[in-house]
């Protein structure tokens, strides 16, 4: 494969076809979490608080593997632009052992904190147990996530999008399928309640890695996997990490806002857990397929400063941001339209639903701004600057949205919560249009 169409080919449908099969497999993986959740609320408002106050540690593993998939990623891009085939190759190698190492250590701390972890948040013996009894199945899979990952991003490195469109949409489908299967004992398969929900999530992870494996080896792409390539080299390790680790706190941010967000939260009502809960459910059918075109952006516009294109680098960046825009301005409407027709989806109380849609009015007023962060980030990730990167992550979910939830939730209560999302979007955007010009100017 030439990889040169990155920088020979039109921006518009060079990105298009890039960010298109990432848009339609990060929908799917959209629609596998709220049937996951349907389902899961179908038990009990007990499970799906308990689903709700695992997501930070779940969201936690997935951003380990992610993050520093997305290191492999703009090391590769950035190599294969720069003509360098064997580096490109090495750091391919040196990702995918580094991934199975993660795999591993997230599966014993992860099972060993998680009772202790939901202490925090609940006394409730019920949700307590249904929370270990998901953990301790859903967490058994980390390797799998950890490679499956790595290969994700090695594919789409190379910009085999079309791969990971189909690894990830056959991994949820499976997921989807199974899920009422499992949870509920429908015909052969056992009833095992929520612990049926955590074993068809690592199924459909296990369908996912078996398809990377399978293409991978049938079908070689220009990047190699291969023991002769694990020589050791320093320099290319800290490249990976430097890249890495900034991209798996950005990640990981989320979960320990929504730790935050619940400790304060959990003082007015479990029921205001319950919507935080349902709100990040919901929220992933706008800011994966979002992620899916910052995915498609990220190789060419690392492949393109690997190569020295600096103008289209600019282009590529501008033409992202409209296009995340335009997903996040069509959530607006549909949160601002029919808010308590989407809380009804996961609950039956009436307060709840009540309560959600105020709570959905407000946060979504954040929804279009958050594009530039979201833009931002991404195009510094993909520019091998995981450190600017992270810095916008942390002024978005730590540095102004918890002192404001803090602050104003002593005035207004859960509402001030809500209000403290899109006054942090506002004002990251603004610190990110600097951050971004700052970091590419220096390049």
Request: with cysteine; net charge neutral; hydrophobic share 55%.
């Amino acid at each position: 494969m030439n990889e040169n169409f990155m920088k020979e080919k039109p921006i518009l449908p060079l990105l298009a076809s890039m960010a298109f099969p990432m848009v339609i497999s990060m929908l799917v993986n959209s629609l596998y979490n709220i049937v996951d959740s349907l389902f899961v609320a179908r038990i009990s408002e007990d499970a799906m608080t308990a689903l709700s106050l695992v997501f930070p540690v779940q969201n936690f593993v997935n951003a380990a593997a992610i993050g520093f998939g997305i290191g492999i990623n703009a090391v590769i891009a950035y190599c294969l632009g720069a003509g360098d085939q064997l580096k490109a190759d090495q750091a391919a190698t040196h990702g995918m052992l580094f991934a199975v190492i993660h795999g591993i250590l997230l599966t014993v701390i992860c099972i060993a904190v998680m009772p202790g972890f939901l202490r925090m948040f609940t006394s409730d013996q019920e949700v307590l147990k249904m929370g270990v009894d998901y953990s301790n199945i859903a967490f058994l899979f980390s390797i799998m996530i950890a490679v499956s990952i790595t290969f994700e991003k090695i594919f789409q490195s190379v910009g085999c999008m079309k791969v990971t469109m189909i690894s990830l949409m056959c991994g949820c489908i499976t997921n989807i399928i199974l899920d009422p299967l499992l949870i509920f004992g429908i015909g052969p398969f056992p009833e095992l309640g929520i612990s049926g929900a955590a074993l068809a999530t690592g199924l459909g992870q296990v369908v996912t890695l078996s398809i990377y494996v399978i293409i991978y080896i049938f079908k070689p792409i220009p990047v190699q996997i291969a023991i002769k390539h694990l020589q050791r080299d320093t320099a290319l390790d800290l490249k990976l990490y430097s890249i890495g680790i900034p991209a798996i706190l950005n990640l990981a941010l989320p979960s320990l806002l929504t730790s935050a967000l619940n400790a304060i939260l959990s003082t007015y009502s479990q029921i205001y857990v319950v919507i935080l809960g349902i709100y990040y459910k919901l929220q992933t059918f706008l800011y994966l397929p979002a992620n899916g075109i910052v995915q498609g952006m990220r190789p060419i516009i690392g492949f393109n400063f690997g190569a020295g294109e600096y103008e289209r680098v600019k282009k590529i960046y501008d033409i992202t941001l409209g296009m995340i825009a335009v997903i996040m301005a069509l959530g607006m409407v549909i949160c601002l339209v029919v808010p308590g027709q989407l809380m009804g989806l996961f609950t039956e109380n009436p307060e709840t639903i009540q309560l959600g849609k105020t709570a959905l009015r407000f946060i979504s007023a954040g929804f279009i701004v958050s594009s530039v962060s979201v833009a931002s980030s991404g195009a510094l990730e993909g520019l091998g600057k995981g450190t600017p990167s992270l810095l916008i992550s942390l002024f978005r979910y730590t540095i102004i949205i918890l002192p404001a939830a803090f602050v104003l939730s002593r005035f207004l209560g859960a509402v001030g919560v809500w209000n403290a999302f899109w006054i942090a979007e506002a004002v990251t955007a603004v610190i990110a249009i600097y951050i971004y010009r700052s970091a590419v100017k220096s390049r």
